[in-house]
């Protein structure tokens, strides 16, 4: 069985910066692919990030130039370091692994 854990959410300013952490227990292949997504108020689930095995990355335009996501694989770990927060970046963020998604966590942009 796959657990996902997400941490790392909060409230920052706009311009801040935030690293989210997803850590993954049970059995997980470095072979898959892990993802961010985000849902904001009233909107549907989007993807945010996304990073393959060998460690290709696509992101929504949205957050080009300003997220980064990452993996440990040893750690069974994914990171997404958001920079230049803006207030359109509000949303419950989730990570996936293959068909498995976390419980969410939190990230307000606000002043």
């Known amino acids: 069985q796959v657990q996902l854990v997400e941490s790392g959410g909060g409230l920052v300013q706009p311009g801040g910066s935030l690293r989210l952490s997803c850590a993954g227990s049970?059995?997980?292949?470095?072979?898959?692919?892990w993802a961010w997504y985000r849902q904001a108020p009233g909107k549907q689930r989007e993807l945010v990030a996304h990073t393959t095995s060998g460690g290709t990355t696509n992101y929504a335009d949205s957050v080009k130039g300003r997220f980064t996501i990452s993996r440990d694989n040893p750690k069974k770990t994914v990171y997404l370091q958001m920079n230049n927060l803006k207030p359109e970046d509000t949303a419950v963020y989730y990570c996936?692994?293959?068909?498995?998604w976390g419980q969410g966590t939190q990230v307000t942009v606000s002043s």
């Open positions: 049970g059995i997980i292949f470095s072979i898959y692919a």
């Open positions: 996936k692994y293959i068909n498995y």
